[in-house]
């Protein structure tokens, strides 16, 4: 086991904060940053520990002597070595406590936070060293070797271009260094180094550590531990200590990853790993969608469009469709009393089917509109020549229901309102509930569009009082494009009969009678796509229903917001009914869209261009589907990372961002 662990702190480095003083006494989460570190290493174990101090050496160790969080027996067991080149290469740094070094020594940065399990793996390591690096035979003996932790997955590297690369063939490390142009990770900051790293660092002028690391391993001294999904950053910049405190404030001071469970195979071929083989064989780029749908699928999902082919008249079929009629009606909060209608097509086709079947002949519709999907329904309202009222609000504006009430009772010829649950060119949720209630107490059909809302916000079609209310597969319910569904109120139908079909594919009476009948759509449908979506809802279900996936919407859009606001973006409405699944920015002057779109799509992340008037000056982060915390990690820092460089004035590379997005 490692006993002894070594902690730079001598440098003075870019201020990180508006604390005085070394950088690693700024407050990060409880505790100052050194405070954290030695506390940490502490709680593993190690016994002996040094300090290398220079810039304002004084007021780390009166801070540490002040300090509540450090025991009085580390404070003894402290020992404290001057670098007075502090300004300097570390590793001279290093070379200063050389008569610290007499065995395996963990090393630590004083500026940086790491996850407690990370640094109870390094310690666990033997701290046997031997007088000399090589045995008889000329190669090195295991326990004489430098470990260099490293972070293959670079996706979550905070800031890649300042990380320090490291070349590795198999677990050894061939090389290091910031400008590498080809490598295979990052160094995460801790060593476990060997006295014969002393060696290679005397072996070169005023070395840096990293300098000295590579020299060792040029000379096959140096191996790699991976910390293999554990948490770690560095702590030398404004914007990465705010990165710190966002982790430390999600994961909390252990630094841990909530377990995801692995999802279940299909079957003894391994389905899932054949599906993402081929998909990984894909000549494609792969990006992760923060965009407001499609969006991410689980492997699961996309595995059950891999089937045997099906005829869509078969009775095989007719169960899967009578299977999600069932499974729909608990998302819509219906009883069974309503009919869910099954369409091969995207939410449009649904809004058109609900317009289209249910305006009687002579009277009117009413259509409310505070945003892009609220113009929709008035352009289909238009096509179909309906006549119709239109109650208009500015973009971002939330509707009045008073509104509603005055024209439901001026205009008796209203016989059908539309509207929207989530404007999602907006972010905002409307008032559903109260304009339900209006409209069941003048008998008035009340169409709802839940497109983006189903699954992720709260809706009840009987509480809300919706008449008929229509979604997709695509959005919060983590299904694939291309079928849509409406939830129709019994108390409907009688007023839809006695209507003429304005439309023959999306004709809401014909779909009813071959759904009751044959369980069967009227024309093909997405076969695939249907299985997909019974499997996207089997995966609603095992993880707790409506009401938790409500609750790690809630949850992700917190995380993202806070970030997005600590790095000046501004949220378009503050109304307090935005939604949980769409977060409408307004980017800061410094930054372009295209610099951020672009910027994050070289980095393997799709955000989404906002319509309209917004288009300019804002952009839409969505947080539906498929995603892990651990994504969810990797794309905020990227966030960070396109607006520090933006904001430090080399955002200008919009071309070259576009070309390592693939764009064309």
């Not at 809630?554 to 769409?582: M, Y």
């Amino acid at each position: 086991m490692i006993h002894r662990a070594l902690i730079l702190a001598a440098g003075k480095g870019a201020k990180v904060g508006t604390h005085q003083g070394p950088n690693c006494l700024a407050p990060v989460g409880r505790t100052t940053l050194i405070e954290r570190t030695l506390m940490l290493l502490g709680s593993v174990g190690v016994q002996k520990i040094a300090i290398v101090v220079g810039w304002d050496g004084d007021a780390i160790r009166k801070h540490l002597a002040q300090s509540n969080h450090v025991s009085a027996a580390q404070k003894r067991a402290l020992t404290f070595f001057e670098n007075p080149n502090y300004d300097r290469p570390n590793g001279l740094s290093v070379q200063a406590a050389r008569d610290f070094i007499v065995e395996r020594t963990l090393l630590v940065m004083a500026d940086q936070i790491a996850a407690p399990a990370l640094l109870r793996e390094l310690s666990d390591l033997p701290a046997h060293a031997s007088t000399s690096a090589l045995t008889g035979d000329g190669s090195a003996d295991a326990d004489d070797k430098t470990v260099v932790c490293i972070d293959r997955d670079l996706a979550r590297v905070f800031d890649i271009d300042d990380a320090t690369k490291v070349q590795l063939a198999g677990d050894a490390v061939v090389d290091m260094g910031k400008s590498l142009s080809q490598y295979q990770a990052v160094s995460a900051g801790l060593f476990v180094m060997s006295p014969t790293l002393l060696e290679a660092l005397d072996s070169l002028p005023e070395p840096s550590l990293t300098e000295g690391v590579a020299a060792a391993a040029a000379r096959g001294l140096v191996v790699a531990h991976d910390v293999a999904g554990k948490l770690w950053q560095d702590v030398d910049s404004a914007d990465m200590r705010l990165h710190a405190e966002w982790l430390l404030r999600v994961y909390g001071d252990d630094l841990e990853r909530p377990t995801v469970p692995a999802p279940p195979r299909a079957g003894p071929d391994d389905t899932l790993a054949l599906i993402e083989r081929l998909m990984a064989e894909k000549d494609q780029p792969s990006h992760v969608l923060f965009s407001p749908g499609p969006v991410m699928t689980s492997a699961r999902v996309k595995a059950a469009l891999v089937h045997r082919d099906v005829c869509h008249r078969d009775n095989d079929y007719a169960a899967v469709v009578g299977r999600l009629q069932q499974k729909l009606r608990p998302v819509f909060g219906a009883s069974d009393a309503y009919e869910t209608l099954l369409i091969t097509g995207s939410g449009t086709a649904a809004m058109e089917m609900a317009i289209a079947s249910s305006v009687p002949a002579g009277k009117k519709i009413l259509l409310i509109s505070n945003g892009a999907f609220g113009d929709r329904l008035e352009e289909i309202a238009k096509l179909h020549e309906l006549p119709r009222v239109v109650l208009r609000y500015p973009w971002g504006e939330l509707p009045d229901p008073a509104d509603l009430g005055r024209a439901l009772e001026s205009d008796p010829e209203i016989a059908v309102v539309a509207m929207i649950h989530h404007e999602t060119s907006v972010g905002l949720l409307n008032p559903v509930t109260a304009m339900g209630r209006l409209c069941r107490a003048r008998e008035v059909t009340l169409i709802v569009d839940s497109v983006s809302a189903l699954g992720g916000e709260d809706l009840d079609v009987q509480r809300d009082c919706i008449d008929i209310c229509y979604s997709s597969a695509n959005k919060c319910l983590h299904s694939v494009s291309g079928v849509s569904f409406l939830c129709v109120a019994p108390q409907v139908w009688p007023r839809i009969e006695a209507i003429p079909p304005r439309v023959y594919y999306l004709d809401m009476k014909r779909h009813r009678r071959y759904l009751a009948e044959l369980r069967q759509t009227p024309f093909t449908p997405a076969v695939s796509s249907f299985f997909a979506l019974e499997t996207a809802l089997d995966e609603l279900s095992e993880q707790g229903g409506v009401a938790a996936r409500r609750d790690l919407y809630r949850k992700r859009a917190l995380r993202i917001r806070r970030v997005f606001a600590d790095l000046g973006f501004e949220s378009l409405t503050n109304t307090g009914r935005e939604s949980h699944t769409i977060s409408t920015l307004r980017l800061p002057d410094f930054l372009t869209v295209d610099a951020l779109y672009w910027g994050l799509k070289a980095r393997g992340f799709v955000i989404y261009n906002c319509k309209g008037a917004l288009a300019e000056r804002h952009v839409q982060v969505a947080n539906m589907g498929e995603i892990s915390d651990g994504t969810l990690d990797s794309f905020l820092a990227a966030v960070t990372d396109v607006v520090t460089t933006a904001r430090t004035g080399d955002a200008g590379h919009t071309d070259s961002a576009r070309r390592r997005a693939g764009a064309t």
